[in-house]
Structures are given as structure tokens and as C-alpha cells.
């Protein structure tokens, strides 16, 4: 049986289905006793980011981890290597919906008129703060970070004029872009986009002192990972002017709750954490990830 905990392409979910059996429950994590009971069960999980494949999970006995998606740190990646529990991230596979989702999001906080919409329902009539708006041609991408997703948003950004300035230290080259230090991205770009994996390095490292050394008016966009940015720094730096804005996909605690720092911010983009995640990519993810499970349980 594979069990599959969060939501995936209903055509690929039937795939496996003539495959084997499935148990297919889109919103298991929210239920963590009823996901430990199941997976005693499950040859193999699939899985996204919410669920947390780790501590006594790993014994239940499955022999792989599909995950809808690239990023790990949800689960214990040393713990499934001491488990002989391989696992399958969806690499590749929603490469462009991020990088799209960075320049587009980019573009929107630039312009800025884009906000006007309740002003205008209201009977007002903004058009001299909405032609105040900014032009993303000539302006600087700084990438902090040059893996596949950073290397199509350098590519896509460069399609409409801009100018790439990237930093990674362990990057051998850099296609597409200048290669500068963390410190000149961060302190000369107008949109600064991130894409690191949150580790004890990267945990927090954009705090006041960095986002109060950036270049007054530039945009941030963390698509990456939650906990790499301090939230409530960059919302001050939003409210007080600062920073020209920000868009987040990605949040220290994830879902949001109530006890968290953005409302009434300026300037600021949340999305649920669907940067990766459009009909097109859903579907090349899910496929995937499908065939490298059945592939490993030799349902190919």
C-alpha cells in the first residue's frame, strides 16, 4: 500500500492506483495519530512539506519517501539513510513555477499600482501614487543562492532587462549572472531573492542588520524556505519605508495562525506556500514522483 498524505494530481494518484493499493487522505498531517497508524501499513509514503517524516515514524516500515516537491527539511533525511528508507524528491520538476513566481512577484512590488484596487472601489481616483510605480528593466536581480530555481528566475529576469548579480559559495559557475559576494547582493540589488535551504547557517540570516543595510526601496522575495528571513524585521522595514516591499511563500510556521506579524504591513505578498505549485507543475511533480515510487516497489 502506498499512503499518500497531502494533496497530488488526481491523474497520477489513479496511475498508482492501477498499480497497487492507495490511500490517498489529502489532509493527514493535520491529523498526526491517525498518519502514525496508517503509514504501519504503507510500503511507501508521498508525501509535501507539512508532513514530518522523522523521531518514531521511521519505524513504521515503509522502504520509501516520495516528496512533492525539493525541499527536505521535513524530513530526517540521516534517520531514513540509517533506515535504509530512500527518498525521492521531485527535483526539477517546478523549477519554472518558482522562478516565475519570483520575477512576476518582482514586477508587481515594483509597479505598485497594483494595490489600488480598494482606493479606487472607494471612489477615489489614485493615479498620481500609481504612476510613481517602477520599471523592472534596469533594475538588479541579486540571487542569493544559484541553484537550478535561481539560475531560470537569472534567465527570466534577464528576458525583461535586468541585470543579475548572484552569490553561492558552492556554486562552480555562474551562467547567466555576475558573481558577487552575500554582501554586495544584499547591500546593491533592488530585488533580492532567496533561494537557500534553511540549515544552522541560513536560519535567520536576513535579521535587522542585513535588511537595514539593503538598498533603500528594494523589494525581498524568500520563496526558499520559512526561518531564513526574520519576519518581524522585515515587516518594520516594510512599515517604516525602508523596503519598497516583499513577497513571502514561505513562513517560520507554517500555517500562519493568528500570532504573527503581517497585518496591516505595506507592500507585503503572502501565498500559502504554492511558489512550486501551478496546474503544470503539480502535474510534472506528481508524475515524477509516481513513477520513482512505483519504480522502487517494482510497479513500473
Not at 494595490?115 to 477615489?124: C, K, L, N, S, T
Given at each position: 500500500?502506498?499512503?499518500?498524505?497531502?494533496?497530488?494530481?488526481?491523474?497520477?494518484?489513479?496511475?498508482?492506483?492501477?498499480?497497487?493499493?492507495?490511500?490517498?487522505?489529502?489532509?493527514?498531517?493535520?491529523?498526526?495519530?491517525?498518519?502514525?497508524?496508517?503509514?504501519?501499513?504503507?510500503?511507501?509514503?508521498?508525501?509535501?512539506?507539512?508532513?514530518?517524516?522523522?523521531?518514531?515514524?521511521?519505524?513504521?516500515?515503509?522502504?520509501?519517501?516520495?516528496?512533492?516537491?525539493?525541499?527536505?527539511?521535513?524530513?530526517?533525511?540521516?534517520?531514513?539513510?540509517?533506515?535504509?528508507?530512500?527518498?525521492?524528491?521531485?527535483?526539477?520538476?517546478?523549477?519554472?513555477?518558482?522562478?516565475?513566481?519570483?520575477?512576476?512577484?518582482?514586477?508587481?512590488?515594483?509597479?505598485?499600482?497594483?494595490?489600488?484596487?480598494?482606493?479606487?472601489?472607494?471612489?477615489?481616483?489614485?493615479?498620481?501614487?500609481?504612476?510613481?510605480?517602477?520599471?523592472?528593466?534596469?533594475?538588479?536581480?541579486?540571487?542569493?543562492?544559484?541553484?537550478?530555481?535561481?539560475?531560470?528566475?537569472?534567465?527570466?529576469?534577464?528576458?525583461?532587462?535586468?541585470?543579475?548579480?548572484?552569490?553561492?559559495?558552492?556554486?562552480?559557475?555562474?551562467?547567466?549572472?555576475?558573481?558577487?559576494?552575500?554582501?554586495?547582493?544584499?547591500?546593491?540589488?533592488?530585488?533580492?531573492?532567496?533561494?537557500v535551504p534553511l540549515t544552522d547557517e541560513t536560519r535567520g540570516m536576513i535579521d535587522?542588520?542585513?535588511?537595514?543595510?539593503?538598498?533603500?526601496?528594494?523589494?525581498?522575495?524568500?520563496?526558499?524556505?520559512?526561518?531564513?528571513?526574520?519576519?518581524?524585521?522585515?515587516?518594520?522595514?516594510?512599515?517604516?519605508?525602508?523596503?519598497?516591499?516583499?513577497?513571502?511563500?514561505?513562513?517560520?510556521?507554517?500555517?500562519?495562525?493568528?500570532?504573527?506579524?503581517?497585518?496591516?504591513?505595506?507592500?507585503?505578498?503572502?501565498?500559502?506556500?504554492?511558489g512550486g505549485v501551478t496546474a503544470e507543475a503539480n502535474a510534472r511533480v506528481s508524475e515524477m514522483t509516481a513513477r520513482k515510487?512505483?519504480?522502487?516497489?517494482?510497479?513500473?
Open positions: 500500500m502506498i499512503l499518500i498524505t497531502e494533496f497530488m494530481d488526481e491523474a497520477w494518484v489513479d496511475w498508482l492506483r492501477d498499480r497497487c493499493e492507495i490511500d490517498y487522505q489529502p489532509d493527514l498531517p493535520d491529523f498526526p495519530e491517525e498518519l502514525a497508524e496508517k503509514a504501519q501499513m504503507a510500503q511507501a509514503l508521498i508525501v509535501r512539506n507539512r508532513t514530518q517524516v522523522r523521531g518514531d515514524l521511521l519505524y513504521a516500515g515503509f522502504s520509501c519517501v516520495g516528496r512533492l516537491g525539493v525541499g527536505l527539511d521535513n524530513i530526517d533525511m540521516e534517520g531514513c539513510a540509517e533506515r535504509d528508507i530512500a527518498v525521492f524528491p521531485a527535483t526539477g520538476a517546478n523549477t519554472l513555477s518558482v522562478a516565475e513566481y519570483v520575477v512576476t512577484t518582482a514586477a508587481m512590488l515594483l509597479r505598485g499600482a497594483y494595490a489600488m484596487r480598494p482606493a479606487m472601489e472607494a471612489g477615489d481616483w489614485p493615479r498620481g501614487p500609481a504612476g510613481q510605480g517602477r520599471e523592472i528593466a534596469g533594475k538588479t536581480l541579486g540571487l542569493i543562492g544559484y541553484g537550478e530555481i535561481a539560475r531560470d528566475a537569472a534567465r527570466l529576469g534577464t528576458a525583461l532587462g535586468m541585470k543579475v548579480l548572484a552569490s553561492d559559495p558552492y556554486a562552480d559557475d555562474f551562467p547567466g549572472a555576475m558573481e558577487g559576494t552575500e554582501e554586495e547582493v544584499l547591500t546593491t540589488a533592488d530585488v533580492i531573492s532567496l533561494h535587522a542588520d542585513v535588511i537595514a543595510a539593503m538598498k533603500p526601496g528594494a523589494v525581498v522575495i524568500n520563496a526558499a524556505r520559512g526561518g531564513v528571513v526574520d519576519e518581524a524585521a522585515l515587516c518594520d522595514a516594510l512599515t517604516s519605508g525602508h523596503l519598497g516591499g516583499a513577497a513571502l511563500d514561505t513562513f517560520a510556521s507554517e500555517p500562519l495562525g493568528t500570532d504573527h506579524p503581517f497585518a496591516g504591513v505595506p507592500n507585503l505578498i503572502l501565498t500559502p506556500h504554492i515510487v512505483a519504480a522502487h516497489l517494482g510497479l513500473a
